[in-house]
């Protein structure tokens, strides 16, 4: 009998925490099992989908934090060791 799968959320309906779960555990599958090749690629494009997502909510982020700390937001410098 096959495994069956649960059914995935479309990408626009996960927070970024899902969202960046999910890519994680589909790294950890491609890098660690063998997968059929067209198993592979559906992987792939979802794993490309999650990430575009997660880019997208990050930059939503950022523009909410900009436009709350206005001209106060200032660069974060790393420290020189």
């Not at 059929?36 to 792939?44: H, I, N, S």
């Amino acid at each position: 009998m096959a495994k069956s799968k649960p059914t995935q959320k479309p990408v626009e309906e996960l927070t970024y925490e899902e969202a960046l779960s999910e890519l994680e555990g589909i790294v950890e599958a491609l890098e660690r099992e063998q997968n059929p090749l067209d198993e592979a690629m559906k992987l792939f494009e979802r794993g490309q989908s999650l990430v575009a997502h997660c880019g997208a909510l990050l930059e939503s982020a950022q523009l909410k934090v900009q436009k709350i700390a206005g001209e106060s937001l200032v660069e974060f410098e790393e420290e020189s060791e």
